[in-house]
T-cell receptor, first 111, second 115 residues
Framework: KQEVTQIPAALSVPEGENLVLNCSFTDSAIYNLQWFRQDPGKGLTSLLLIQSSQREQTSGRLNASLDKSSGRSTLYIAASQPGDSATYLCGCRASGSRLTFGEGTQLTVNP | EAGVAQSPRYKIIEKRQSVAFWCNPISGHATLYWYQQILGQGPKLLIQFQNNGVVDDSQLPKDRFSAERLKGVDSTLKIQPAKLEDSAVYLC?????????????FGSGTRLTVV
C-alpha cells in the first residue's frame, strides 16, 4: 500500500525567500507524481506533473524533482510571494491508477 | 477546455439526513474519481469509475455511501444517512483514458457540514 509523507506540515517564510517542500513515498513503482496547490475552501490546482521517466519539471518559479529510487520528490519555489500562500499537496500515481496523497504542507509567505 | 464542474459548492444538513453531490468531468475523460478530504488531511479516494463501470470502491463506506455514473459522463455521490464524521470536502476529478501518464484535473469541491 502506497504511503505518502510531506514535510514540513507547515512553513512560514518572509517574502522573497527560496524554499523547498518535501514529499516521500514508500512504493517506488509509480507512473507519475503530481504537485497541487489548494487555497482555503477551494479545490486542487495542478502545478506540475512529473512522469516516472523524468527527473524534473519546471514552470515559472516552480521546479519539481523526482528521485524514484529513494522515493522522494521536492518542490522548489523561488522568490516566494504572499500569493504563494496555500497548502501544497503531493500525489503519487501507482498501480490501479489511484492517486495517493500526502497530508500537505501549509505555506505562509509573509509580506 | 472547460474544467471539472461540481455542485453544490456548500451543503449543511442534519445528521441522519441524506445528501447528493453532482460532478461533470472534462469532456472525453473516461476516468472519474470521488475523493473525501477531511479538514487538515490529504484527499482520500472513495471510488473510481472508468466509463460507467466501477474500478475501485474499496474505501467507500457502502453502508451509507453510493455513487453512480450514468452513460459514462456525469456522476452523483450520495450519502444516506449522514453522520457527523462525514463533514468534509468532496472532490471530483477526471483523467484521460489510455495512459496512466495523464494527470488529474480536480473540480472546486463540495463542502459538506453535518450538524
Amino acid at each position: 500500500k502506497q504511503e505518502v509523507t510531506q514535510i514540513p506540515a507547515a512553513l512560514s517564510v518572509p517574502e522573497g525567500e527560496n524554499l523547498v517542500l518535501n514529499c516521500s513515498f514508500t512504493d517506488s513503482a509509480i507512473y507519475n507524481l503530481q504537485w497541487f496547490r489548494q487555497d482555503p475552501g477551494k479545490g486542487l490546482t495542478s502545478l506540475l506533473l512529473i512522469q516516472s521517466s523524468q527527473r524534473e519539471q519546471t514552470s515559472g518559479r516552480l521546479n519539481a524533482s523526482l528521485d524514484k529510487s529513494s522515493g522522494r520528490s521536492t518542490l522548489y519555489i523561488a522568490a516566494s510571494q504572499p500569493g504563494d500562500s496555500a497548502t501544497y499537496l503531493c500525489g503519487c500515481r501507482a498501480s490501479g491508477s489511484r492517486l495517493t496523497f500526502g497530508e500537505g504542507t501549509q505555506l505562509t509567505v509573509n509580506p | 477546455e472547460a474544467g471539472v464542474a461540481q455542485s453544490p459548492r456548500y451543503k449543511i444538513i442534519e445528521k441522519r439526513q441524506s445528501v447528493a453531490f453532482w460532478c461533470n468531468p472534462i469532456s472525453g475523460h473516461a476516468t472519474l474519481y470521488w475523493y473525501q478530504q477531511i479538514l487538515g488531511q490529504g484527499p482520500k479516494l472513495l471510488i473510481q469509475f472508468q466509463n460507467n463501470g466501477v474500478v475501485d470502491d474499496s474505501q467507500l463506506p457502502k453502508d451509507r455511501f453510493s455513487a453512480e455514473r450514468l452513460k459514462g459522463v456525469d456522476s452523483t455521490l450520495k450519502i444516506q444517512p449522514a453522520k457527523l464524521e462525514d463533514s468534509a470536502v468532496y472532490l471530483c476529478a477526471s483523467s484521460a483514458l489510455g495512459s496512466l501518464n495523464h494527470g488529474y484535473t480536480f473540480g472546486s469541491g463540495t463542502r459538506l457540514t453535518v450538524v
